[in-house]
């Protein structure tokens, strides 16, 4: 991420305390709502591995035999869970968009507000992540896997 700071040292652009600690409030705001969506991502999935273990136990019972609708069915479900995929790409992407929006907010905080005397302004910042995207599928067919 570039410079918010002019080669002088002063702020690119200046900005009142209280625009840069609303902003600052917003993003952590923004983060802690990510942050809840994965715990929601996390249960949902945790339910859907749930339900298809279960059916996928009722459908491998003896009685049932072999008949040929079933492992079509046993095929669809196995597919099913594979594609349970999405699980794992949201979590990255939400991991990846709150670092970014952390470290935000602290350099918006260190750039706004300034580093006190004896601080080395480097440390305790997270770092904004130099690649744009961890989940980089494009695209993805019905039934295809592409592990990355």
Known sequence: MQSMHKPSGEPAVPMPVMVAADLQDALLVAMRDLQRLEGLL????????????????????????ALPELDAARSTLRLAVTELQFHDMSSQLIAHITKILQGCAFQLAAATMGVDEGEDDSLGLPAIPDRPNPVTQSEMDAGSVELF
């Open 42 to 65: 996390n249960h949902a999935t945790q339910n859907l591995l749930d339900r298809f273990d279960e059916t996928h136990g009722q459908l491998a019972g003896e009685a049932l035999g």
